[in-house]
């Protein structure tokens, strides 16, 4: 028996994986993976995949990276952790000082958690509180877009709206108001992402006009629904938000955890429309994908609101044990040391530039509906048909077909559902996206290639994704 089967078996006696139909995996093999080097993850039998999904978005820089790891390897021996509540240290502070500086002007208060999901709650807790501190706890709705994506815990969920993550667990979700996404993959013939973003914004004013008064805060992730299928759409929208958002007396929350750290072609995202949200959620890409950590930035006035004696029981008693851990605040100031030594939003633009040329060719394929790209990240679309871009039946799974045929030829993509995309670690090369493309256009060819017999129920919903 290999290596990598006797892994394999030893994970499948204990393991119980993310997202994963654990069946799957008596046809589907499970990757063990011993190391990783840039972009690559190489297994117990020497064979390596080049990780064009960053590891679940998490990886900026290659797997290994020296800069990061010396920088984790000399924190550990100073301080691995300590409580953040009475208690301080350096990583978190330079951190704090670094974020601030970084986003837009006006966030100027850090909140840590240890992951994107928390990060969502403590963002809706602090919208929420502070109308409550304000003296108006009637505002306490959410608003959210159609097709969105913010994470697995409950309050998470309830401004989620991928049916496959939040559908069983409906009757435990906050009641929340959900707004059509503008995701211009829907969007008439001939018409531009700014005009569909634009009159799609019509029915979030009206949401907003009928019920601000009992909204707390809407909660977007800008410019690309990740998990919703890399949908994506115009910073127009975002603008238009920001000025309603003013305009109604209602938060504005940006989910960047996917998006934040270069994925648009900016640092950020909300800096494509020149906006600053009242909260700004990072995770993910914070840390180079080395260790989990979330900050949630807000405004002084939002801080303002809870700072008062403590009877008051104003405070914002929100607590994770691992906030603000000072190895993973290590990993994140090496990452943003990289960011501004290397340059890399400036770099990133040819690496993007040449995803884009790679997988051009397969705008003709009789089986892609759309190829749509915003920075570092490029989506394709397989459809049954192009006339009016007929969605397979998630039951096929051809993304999955994909992801084995990628595996073969040693390239982890993942795709979402029908979707393929790249999302990869920004040190790959011009020749690792051809590499990718051709990988791609392969799995494409093969996973649209036969007619698939399952049985789709009368109830068959298209965007019910599988995640591949
Ligand atoms: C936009 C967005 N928000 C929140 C999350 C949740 O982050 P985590 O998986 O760290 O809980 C994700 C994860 O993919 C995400 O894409």
Partial sequence: ??????????????????????????????????RGEGVWL??????????????????????????????????????????LAGFSHQP???????????????????????????????????????WHNTGRPEKKRFVTLTNSYHGETIAAMSVGDVPLFTETYKALLLDTLKVPSPDCYHRPEGVSWEDHSRTMFAAMEQTLAEHHASISAVIIEPLIQ????????????????????????????????????????????????????????????????????????????????FYDDYPTLRAFLHSHSYTGNPLACAAALATLDIFAEDQVIEANKALATRMGSATAHLADHAHVGE????????AIEMVKSRDGKLAYPWQERRGLKVFEHALSRGALLRPLGSVVYFLPPYVITPEQIDFLAEVASEGIDIATRDSVSVAVPADFHPDFRDPG
Wanted: charge should be negative.
């Fill in 371 to 378: 190829i749509r790209q915003t920075g570092m990240a490029l």
């Fill in 42 to 83: 190489e297994d117990f039998e020497g064979k390596r995949y080049l990780d064009a999904v960053s590891s679940w978005w998490v990886n900026v820089f290659g797997h290994a990276n020296p800069r990061i790891g010396q920088r984790i390897k000399d924190q550990v021996d100073q301080l691995e952790h300590v409580i």
């Fill in 226 to 305: 990740g998990a919703g299928g890399m949908r994506m759409y115009h910073p127009v929208y975002l603008k238009l938000l920001r000025e309603a958002c003013d305009r109604y007396d209602v938060h504005l929350i940006h989910d960047e955890i996917a998006v934040g750290f270069g994925r648009t072609g900016t640092m950020f995202a909300c800096e494509q429309a020149g906006i600053r949200p009242d909260f700004l959620c990072l995770s993910k890409a914070l840390t180079g994908g080395y260790l989990p950590l979330a900050a949630c930035l807000t405004t002084n006035q939002v801080y303002q609101a």
């Fill in 1 to 34: 028996m290999g290596l990598n089967q006797q892994w394999m078996q030893r994970d499948l006696e204990v393991l119980w994986h993310p997202c994963t139909q654990m069946k799957d995996h008596e046809h589907l093999p499970l990757i063990p993976i011993k």
């Fill in 92 to 130: 978190v502070i330079e951190l704090s000082e670094r974020l601030v500086a970084l986003t837009p002007d006006g966030l100027d208060r850090v909140f840590y958690a240890d992951n994107g999901s928390s990060c969502i709650e403590v963002a809706l807790k602090m919208s929420f509180h502070y």
